[in-house]
Structures are given as structure tokens and as C-alpha cells.
């Protein structure tokens, strides 16, 4: 009998357990473009997603029922204006919210409406209308339209700036990396000091991240070289200089022409040139296109996102590059940054990985060759997965100096459009 008591006793416990871990349903409608590509409201839509996902405290419903249970009900995007029938919607894929609205363009400027029903309440809990003066600016428009509604459904967002402790020279952390093995290294490209990232067998994804990040799956990876840091203000304009672009692709590699004075890249006279101090800064403002010109023009290449996470990670694939705590003072992030700072560090100012590889978190976003697809972990291949055959934005990963530490786990998955060019934007080369 006593037993059974205790058995019944545990029982409930674990179902209280299980209770108080239920997180609320979200459903995100893909957003109705007006005067836009529907690229760029399916890329808006998203970033939505995989923000709100990211604070942890929701759930975030399957695209492909949303879109099944949508057409199944012949409605549109537009339909969703009624709270009505928003409602019933969101009673039928079993949501305790759904995010939906719109995005706009006129002229250069793209307005983006976003709505948030609460469905048990019949009501909108949040309506909030923000403006990007320009389409690089819409993804982080759009993360704070995703903060917005996140805190309308009752999520807590912490941003309070942590004070930076450093304990070792000129404000750098000690160098105590416990390495996953003997280093092996050779130079490559303009100065690039490759480090061999070895083969191995390693479980992709999180089940406490987003769910982009899932199902957690097996990923079977070949050997690999990469860059210990990421390409330098100085060594992208060794490869300007020599390969020297026409206007026009220039143009769409590098924005020169930043408002923000943050790409640290002079053109006089026909020649580039590093703005003095900033030599081994990470270069920024660069877009894929521009990433991937000087990778094919020194026999390298971006990194897949799966090698990408291995070599973040390592074989026992940390939550974060330097192990499953998060510090501070490991990396340039938004909790470290402050005004008195340039945004970007020097390479190499924080101690590197288990592998070797410095500034893999935080810094800037490093751009993968993948697309970008939702639910890609559900049929990517085992062994060296390669991304989705099409798409309309690209991986990258590791988070930034605008970012928060959650952007900055090894598993984290973020995208942009190919032809972005931000300043927390860089990249970091690999090789076979």
C-alpha cells in the first residue's frame, strides 16, 4: 500500500511537472505583401517566427499545418483582419495567439503591420505599426515587432546591460581554452591562418531552442579547414585591390556608402585602403554575394551550417563555443557592448574555441553558403548536409554585437537576404 501511495504521489507530481512546462501556442500567418515581393513577407514572416521562438517562452505552430488548415478553410491573409475569423482559426489549430499583419512598401520605405490576437480572450492583445527607411533595415523592424508581441503573450525580455569584467591583458580574458585536440594549421588566401577542423559525428540542432533547431538529428561530417578568425578590414581590401570590381559589383559586394561610417573602407583614387586603426576589425557591411567573391577568388568557400555548428560547438556540442554556460566575457555581444566602444572588436580579442577559432560567437553574423529553410532538420542529409536545394534568404550564424546571448548559442539558426549588407554582418572562410 505504501507503495502504491508513492507511486501515485510521484505520478502527480511529474504530471504537475509536465503542466507547469507547457508553454503557449503561437501561430504565425505569413504576412500579406503589398507593393512588395512575396519574398520579402515570407523572409519577414520568419524572422517573426524564429524571434518569437527564441525567448523561450512559447511554442511556435507548424508553418505547413498553418498553411494546410488555412487553404483548407479558403482564407487569405486579408480575411485574418476580422477578429472573428482570426479567432476561429486560431481555435482550430489549437493556438493560444496568432501573429499575423503586413508589409508595405512606398517608395524606399517599407511599413510593417503586426496584430497579435489573444484567442481565448477573443481580442487583439497587441497592434503595432513600425517603419524601415530602408529594406536593409527591415530585419531588425521586424525583431522588434517580435519583442512586442512576445511581451504582449506575457513573455519576460531582459536586456539590461552587463558591466564587462576582463582579467587578463590590455582587457582580454586569460587564455585557459581546454582544446578538443592537438591544432593543426596552414596559411591560405591573403594571410588567413586556416585550422584543421577533423572529422567526427556530432547531434545537430536544440530541443531548448527555437524550433527551427529541431528535431535534434545526427550529422556526419567530413574533415574541413577554417579560418581561426573572420576576414579582416585589411585582407578584403588585399582582394579589392587585386581583383578589382567594376562599379556595379562592388556595389552589390560592399556598401561603401554607409550613413552609420561603420565600414571602415576607403576608395581614393582607384585604390582601397583599411581606415587606419581598423586593419584587423572584421570587415562588415559585406553581402553574401560579396563573401562569396572573395572566397571563390582564393580556392575557398563558406561553410556549410552544419559545419558551421560542429566547428562552434565541438564533438560534445557545447551550448555555447566556450561550454553550456553563458559568460559575459567571452564574447562581443550586446550585454558587453557599450556606447563608449566601436561596435566591432579586433579579431582575436577574446580567447578562440576548443578548436582554435576565435570570435565564432558575437562580433558579427557569419554568412553560411546554405538557404534557409524553416523545417529543413525534418529531411536533411546525415552525412554532410548541404542546406535546400532554392531559396530566398541565406544562413548565417553566431550573433553579433547587436545580439543577445540567446543569438549567440552554437545551435542558434538566423537568415537574411543574400544582397544584405549591415554592419553586424561578416563571414568567415573554410576550405576542403
Known amino acids: 500500500m505504501r507503495m502504491k501511495i508513492l507511486i501515485m504521489i510521484l505520478f502527480i507530481a511529474l504530471a504537475c511537472l509536465a503542466a507547469t512546462e507547457q508553454k503557449p501556442i503561437i501561430a504565425v500567418i505569413t504576412l500579406d505583401c503589398i507593393n512588395c515581393d512575396k519574398a520579402i513577407g515570407e523572409a519577414v514572416t520568419e524572422i517573426l517566427r524564429t524571434e518569437l521562438g527564441g525567448t523561450l517562452a512559447f511554442n511556435i505552430a507548424d508553418g505547413g499545418k498553418v498553411k494546410q488548415v488555412m487553404g483548407r478553410l479558403k482564407y487569405s491573409p486579408a480575411d485574418l483582419e476580422n477578429t472573428e475569423i482570426c479567432v476561429g482559426l486560431g481555435k482550430e489549430l489549437g493556438a493560444d495567439y496568432v501573429a499575423l499583419g503586413s508589409v508595405m512598401k512606398l517608395g524606399e520605405t517599407y511599413?510593417?503591420?503586426?496584430?497579435?490576437?489573444?484567442?481565448?480572450?477573443?481580442?487583439?492583445?497587441?497592434?503595432?505599426?513600425?517603419?524601415?527607411?530602408?529594406?536593409?533595415?527591415?530585419?531588425?523592424?521586424?525583431?522588434?515587432?517580435?519583442?512586442?508581441?512576445?511581451?504582449?503573450?506575457?513573455?519576460?525580455?531582459?536586456?539590461?546591460?552587463?558591466?564587462?569584467?576582463?582579467?587578463?591583458?590590455?582587457?582580454?580574458?586569460?587564455?585557459?581554452?581546454?582544446?578538443?585536440?592537438?591544432?593543426e594549421s596552414k596559411s591560405m588566401g591573403p594571410d588567413l591562418k586556416m585550422i584543421r577542423i577533423p572529422g567526427g559525428t556530432f547531434e545537430m540542432g536544440s530541443y531548448a531552442g527555437n524550433q527551427d533547431e529541431q528535431p535534434v538529428h545526427t550529422v556526419v561530417l567530413d574533415g574541413f579547414w577554417m579560418s581561426e578568425s573572420e576576414v579582416t578590414n585589411a585582407q578584403y581590401v588585399q582582394f579589392l585591390n587585386t581583383n578589382k570590381p567594376k562599379p556595379d559589383k562592388l556595389k552589390k559586394w560592399l556598401r561603401l556608402d554607409d550613413e552609420e561610417k561603420q565600414t571602415h573602407i576607403l576608395l581614393e583614387n582607384g585604390k582601397f585602403a583599411a581606415e587606419k586603426g581598423w586593419e584587423t576589425h572584421p570587415v562588415v557591411n559585406v553581402s553574401w554575394h560579396g563573401a562569396k567573391a572573395f572566397c571563390d577568388y582564393y580556392g575557398l568557400r563558406l561553410p556549410s551550417e552544419a559545419e558551421w555548428e560542429y566547428a562552434a560547438g565541438g564533438p560534445s556540442h557545447f551550448r555555447y563555443p566556450w561550454g553550456n554556460n553563458s559568460d559575459s566575457k567571452e564574447a562581443n555581444f550586446a550585454d558587453t557592448h557599450g556606447s563608449a566602444k566601436p561596435p566591432t572588436t579586433p579579431i582575436k580579442f577574446y580567447r578562440p574555441n576548443g578548436f582554435g577559432l576565435f570570435d565564432i560567437a558575437g562580433n558579427v553574423w557569419e554568412w553560411c553558403d546554405d538557404w534557409y529553410k524553416w523545417d529543413y532538420y525534418l529531411s536533411g542529409a546525415e552525412k554532410n548536409p548541404k542546406g535546400p536545394n532554392g531559396g530566398s534568404v541565406r544562413i548565417i550564424r553566431g550573433g553579433s554585437w547587436y545580439d543577445f546571448m540567446n543569438n549567440l548559442r552554437t545551435a542558434n539558426r538566423d537568415f537574411a537576404s543574400p544582397d544584405f549588407q549591415l554592419s553586424n554582418y561578416g563571414f568567415r572562410p573554410v576550405a576542403k
Open 111 to 183: 511599413t510593417l503591420a503586426g496584430r497579435l490576437v489573444n484567442i481565448a480572450e477573443g481580442e487583439i492583445a497587441m497592434g503595432k505599426t513600425l517603419t524601415a527607411n530602408a529594406e536593409d533595415n527591415l530585419p531588425d523592424v521586424c525583431r522588434n515587432m517580435a519583442e512586442m508581441m512576445a511581451v504582449s503573450g506575457g513573455a519576460t525580455i531582459t536586456k539590461k546591460p552587463l558591466a564587462v569584467e576582463t582579467n587578463g591583458t590590455n582587457g582580454r580574458p586569460k587564455p585557459t581554452t581546454i582544446y578538443f585536440g592537438k591544432l
